[in-house]
C-alpha cells in the first residue's frame, strides 16, 4: 500500500463533495489502486487545519456544515493562520487539491510545484491567464500539475484532449461550456424574458447572486481559453473574444426555434483563436444540450470528429473530475 498525503484548500461545495468521496470510496481506493491517501490538512478563508498523522474527514465535515468556518474548529486540531502560499511550503503533501475560487492562485499553485507537490485544481483563473508559467514549471519538476474538472466537471474532455489523440492534429473544437446560459436560454425558448428566466435561475441556484461570470460568458471563455492551451498551446483569457447571452432577444431564440434550431452559448477554439458567443446550433447537433450538460464536437486530422457529452457541473460530478486527477496524481508520484 502506498501512502499518499494531501492538502485541501477550499472548503466550499466541490471541497466538501471531494471530501466526501475521499471518506466514502477509502477502500475502493486501496483495494483498486493499492493507494492509501490521507489528508493532511484543509483550508478555508478562515483558516488552515494541519495534522501530519490526518485529518478525520467526517469530523472536518461536520464542523463546517455546523459553524460555517474551520477556525471554529479548537477543540482537537490547531488551526493555523498560514497563507496559502506558506501552507503550500511549510505543510508535508505530496498532493496539493486547490478546490477554492481564489482568482490568485495562481501564486501558490507555482509555489507547490516549486516544492516539488503535484497540484489538481477545479480552479479557473489560474490556467486562464497563466498556463504556460504553471505548465512549464509541472514539467520543469515533472511533476503533475492537472485540472479535468476545471473544464465539463468530470467530463474529461482535458484528459482526451492531453492523453490521448497525441498523434492527431486538432483542427477546431466547437463547444457549449456553460450550464446557466442552457438553462437561461431554455427557458426563453418557453416564453420566458432574459429577465424572467435569469431570477428563475437564481431562485434554484443555478444562477449565483452575481451573475454576470456566467451570462457575461466569462466563465465559458475561462473553459474555452483552457481548451485551447491544452488543444492548440498557450493563450491567455485577454485574447479570447467573448460575448454573453446579456443582450439577446426572446425573439431570436424563438425564431431559431421555429426554424428547427436553438440558440447556445458556444466556443469555438482554433489555432491562435478562441470565440464564445451566442450561435444558432440545429437540433440534432451534440450541441443542442439541455440542462446542466455540457457538449464539445472536437475535429482532428486523423480521427476526423469526436463529440463528448456529459455533466457540466454539479457536486459530485465535479467531484469526479477532481479525485480522478487525485488518482493519477498518486499513482505517477507513489
Ligand atoms: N460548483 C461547481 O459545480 C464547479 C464546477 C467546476 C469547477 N468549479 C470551481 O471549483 C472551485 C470551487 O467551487 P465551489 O462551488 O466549491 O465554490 P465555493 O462553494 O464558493 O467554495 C470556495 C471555497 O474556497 C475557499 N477559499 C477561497 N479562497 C481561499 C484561499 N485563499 N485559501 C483557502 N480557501 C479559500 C472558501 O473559503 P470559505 O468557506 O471560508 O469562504 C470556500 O471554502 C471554484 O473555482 C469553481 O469555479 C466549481
Known amino acids: 500500500m502506498r501512502g499518499v498525503k494531501v492538502s485541501l484548500f477550499g472548503f466550499g461545495n466541490v471541497g466538501k463533495a471531494v471530501a466526501r468521496v475521499l471518506l466514502e470510496k477509502e477502500r475502493f481506493f486501496r483495494e483498486r489502486y493499492g493507494i492509501a491517501l490521507k489528508v493532511v490538512s484543509v483550508a478555508d478563508t478562515s483558516g ?39 501552507a503550500v511550503e511549510d505543510i508535508d503533501a505530496d498532493i496539493v487539491i486547490d478546490v ?49 474538472a476545471t473544464v465539463m466537471a468530470g467530463t474529461p474532455v482535458i ?28 427557458r ?38 483552457i ?18 447571452i446579456d443582450g439577446i432577444s426572446q425573439e431570436k431564440v424563438k425564431e431559431a426555434r421555429s426554424r428547427d434550431r436553438t440558440v447556445r452559448l458556444v466556443a469555438v477554439v482554433e489555432k491562435g483563436k478562441v470565440i464564445v458567443e451566442p450561435r444558432e446550433v440545429s437540433l440534432d447537433s451534440p450541441l443542442a444540450v439541455e440542462s446542466h450538460e455540457n457538449a464539445a464536437v472536437i475535429k482532428t486530422d486523423l480521427l476526423g470528429e469526436l463529440a463528448i457529452k456529459g455533466a457540466g457541473a454539479g457536486l459530485k460530478e465535479t467531484a469526479s473530475g477532481v479525485v480522478s486527477d487525485v488518482i493519477k496524481a498518486a499513482l505517477r508520484i507513489a
Not at 75 to 81: A, K, R, T
Not at 159 to 186: K, M, P
Open 100 to 148: 477554492t475560487n481564489d482568482r490568485n492562485a495562481w501564486g501558490w499553485h507555482l509555489a507547490a510545484l516549486r516544492e516539488g507537490k503535484a497540484v489538481v485544481t477545479s480552479n479557473k483563473p489560474p490556467l486562464a491567464f497563466h498556463y504556460a508559467e504553471l505548465v512549464g514549471e509541472a514539467e520543469k519538476r515533472d511533476v503533475p500539475y492537472l485540472f479535468e
Open 188 to 225: 426563453m425558448e418557453q416564453g420566458r424574458t432574459f429577465e424572467e428566466a435569469l431570477k428563475e435561475a437564481q431562485s434554484l441556484g443555478i444562477a449565483e447572486r452575481d451573475p454576470s461570470g456566467d451570462v457575461l460568458g466569462i466563465d465559458a471563455g475561462y473553459k474555452a481559453t
Open 48 to 86: 488552515v487545519v494541519w495534522l501530519p498523522e490526518g485529518i478525520d474527514l467526517q469530523e472536518v465535515l461536520l464542523v463546517k456544515e455546523t459553524f460555517g468556518k474551520l477556525s471554529a474548529w479548537t477543540n482537537d486540531y490547531e488551526v493555523y493562520n498560514f497563507t496559502p502560499e506558506e
Open 227 to 244: 481548451l485551447h492551451c491544452v488543444a492548440f498551446g498557450p493563450i491567455t483569457f485577454r485574447e479570447a473574444m467573448v460575448k454573453g
Open 159 to 186: 484528459g482526451i484532449l492531453r492523453e490521448n489523440l497525441l498523434g492527431d492534429t486538432v483542427r477546431r473544437i466547437e463547444a457549449v461550456l456553460n450550464a446557466t446560459t442552457t438553462f437561461i436560454l431554455s
